[in-house]
Structure formats: C-alpha cells, structure tokens
C-alpha cells in the first residue's frame, strides 16, 4: 500500500499538477512498488550530472541545488542551475526512451526527503492512460522550459 504521504507528495508536485485526486490515486496504485521516500543529509548528491538516469525524484522537503559541470578548455567551471525545493521535481530525463543520462547534479542544501519513482514504470503507466500521459508530459515541456529561461 502506497502511503498518504507519497500521495500527497505527488499531488501537491508540479509536474502531476494537472491530475485530478482520482488520477493521482490510480498513478499511486499503479506504481506501488515502484515509489518509496529516500532521505538525504546536507551537501549529500542525489544523482550526478553524466550518470545513468533511472528515477524521477519529487522533493517533499528540504531543498537542493541543480548543479552542471562545464569543462572549459583545461579547467571544469561548476553552474548553477537552480535551487529546488518542496513540490519540485527533477531527474526528468529518466521518463524519456533510450539511454539516458542526467544532465546535471543534484546537491542537498539542506536535510532533503524525495520520492523516487522507477522511470521506466511510470512511462509504462502514462502510456496505457493517454489521458493522464499527455497532462503529463505537457506539464514536464513547460517545466522544461522555464528552466531554460531561468
């Protein structure tokens, strides 16, 4: 059983924030085994900017700093790219076909529980529910895209 806090976590996310309660529940029960709560403590790395991305990760407390590494010649600069916090999500990359690799590091500023949710289990479930799919992954390109302009 899914518990209420993994419920709400998802509920009050950005990226299910088109979803009605009722799609929420059936997203939570498809997806059973497939979610679970991880913690983190200060200046620990979630994932890391070149690795393989295999979950999707919904803060539901604490904060994080999305962090990309650029090689500059003989010299590797760090940039910032945001700093996340409850409701946020990221590790986008992991609901995509093909290989996939994240795009940047993800470095708690502060003590930081997540939802983890299997990537390839969740694009199993917005498939067979085209409906609740597209709210989906229209939410993630506009998502997506603010971050580009940030």
Known sequence: MVSSEIIEGLRTSEL???????????LTASLATEC?????????????????????????EGQVLLERSLNIGDKTSRWPLG??????????????????YVTASAICQKPTRVISI?????????????????????????????????
């Open 36 to 60: 679970e709560i991880e913690a983190y403590e200060t200046g620990e790395t979630i994932f890391e900017q070149g690795g393989h991305s295999a979950k999707l990760y919904i803060i539901i």
């Open 16 to 26: 299910f924030a088109l979803l009605n309660q009722e799609e929420i529940q059936m």
């Open 83 to 100: 700093l996340l916090g409850k409701g946020r999500a990221m590790g986008w990359s992991a609901l995509l076909y093909g290989p996939r």
């Open 118 to 150: 299997e990537g390839t289990s969740l694009r199993s479930v917005l498939e067979k529910e085209p409906g609740v799919g597209f709210r989906v992954m229209d939410r993630l390109a506009c998502m997506l895209g603010d971050r580009l302009r940030a």
